[in-house]
């Protein structure tokens, strides 16, 4: 049975991942950091086959004695401060965890190392934020970083110290350059959830009205069901390499917003949305669309689900959750 060691268990991406591997028949094991960390509750009781091992991305000591005592296969490095708002306000904490987080969890795989027949692989959680001020379009493995957030400086360096850890001291280590992902579990701070969820409320009766931050900006939305697919996909290939992971497509945030209320029974979302400055960040990433013809090609990878299907998807589970919350 093959084992795999995720960090950011409790994530979106770490539960779609788990759930992944799980039905393909791995033993996974979910690195959770902090004393009686809240979500371990519901996250064993959603995840009973997860195995919860202690260790923080800030501590090398305990990365180290993690992967000695997992002894996994697969590595897959998806914990980070994850939110780019938060991320002006807490950049030293960001660059330590979102950026030196990767170097150490390099360090535990390369002193632990695996076999030498069966050495450890390594996914590297890179993001579309690196792009930031884009310098082409669509975005690809070869386009130039312009990150616009301590988030999208602490992502360039964790993918440049993938790549510089794999040419130097042959790992196998891949950097996923994965475009925003989407879906039910999404945090709610996230703008495509933070609608979805708004919406529901305001159909019910919870709320009243969305308060969004800049409408102008652009994204390339998908699934993050499917997108943890490529994920594995990366690390099953006879050599390591950096893919673009997106749909191609872009839509604006005013898209999302006529689709979701729409979905919702709401009609003009413009009925239902004020703009509030606090909701704008001090520098803005105004447009992404990535090309995802080489994880296409020579992973096979295919999206399942489009953008009008994501929303649809986000809007009845919130409405369904929501109003179920509200009956207890
Ligand atoms: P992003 O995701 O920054 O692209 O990073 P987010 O959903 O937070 O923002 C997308 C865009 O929406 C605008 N926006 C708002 N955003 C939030 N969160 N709340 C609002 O009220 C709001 N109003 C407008 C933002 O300004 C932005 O332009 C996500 C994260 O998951 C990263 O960790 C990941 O690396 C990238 O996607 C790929």
């Known amino acids: 049975m093959p084992k795999a060691f995720i960090t950011g268990i409790t994530g979106q991406d770490g539960q779609h991942l788990a759930e992944f591997l799980h039905s393909k028949g791995y033993q996974v094991f979910g690195m959770l950091k902090g004393q009686n960390n809240p979500r371990a509750i519901q996250f064993r009781d959603e995840f009973p086959y997860v195995e919860l091992v202690p260790g923080d991305l800030a501590d090398l ?51 632990v190392g695996g076999t030498q027949n069966n050495p450890i692989r390594f996914y590297q ?48 280590a891949c950097s996923g350059i994965l475009f925003n992902h989407e879906g039910p579990r999404r945090g709610l701070e996230f703008v495509t959830r933070k609608i979805t969820n708004t919406a529901a409320r305001i159909k019910l009766g919870i709320d009243k009205e969305l308060v ?21 996909l990366m690390l099953q290939q006879d050599q390591p390499d950096d893919y673009v992971v997106a749909t191609g497509e872009t839509h604006s945030i005013e898209e999302f917003l006529t689709l979701a209320f ?65 009956k207890r």
Not at 212 to 232: F, P, Q, S, T
Request: hydrophobic residues 40%.
């Open 262 to 326: 729409e979905e919702a029974g709401l009609g003009d979302w413009r009925n239902f949305v004020r703009q509030d400055p606090k909701f704008f960040r001090p520098a803005e990433v105004d447009l992404l669309i990535g090309d995802p013809t080489k994880a296409q090609k020579k992973l096979g990878w295919t999206r399942e689900v489009d953008f009008a299907g994501l929303v649809k998807m986000m809007v009845r589970h919130d409405l369904e959750s929501e109003a179920s919350r509200a």
């Open 125 to 172: 959680a890179s993001s579309s934020e690196m792009f930031g001020q884009v310098r082409e379009i669509p975005q690809n493995e070869l386009t130039p970083f312009h990150p616009r957030s301590p988030y999208g400086c602490a992502k360039v360096f964790g993918h440049n110290i993938t790549v510089n850890y794999r040419e130097s001291y042959g790992i196998y």
């Open 61 to 111: 000591p305990s990365l180290v004695s993690a992967l000695d005592q997992v002894q996994p296969d697969e590595v897959y490095n998806l914990g980070a401060i994850s939110f780019v708002a938060i991320s002006f306000n807490q950049a030293e904490l960001t660059s330590n965890i979102t950026g030196l987080g990767v170097l150490r969890m390099l360090e535990a795989v390369r002193m």
């Open 212 to 232: 969004m931050g800049n409408l102008d900006a652009k994204r390339d939305w998908g699934y993050a069901g499917d997108y943890v697919r490529a994920m594995w």
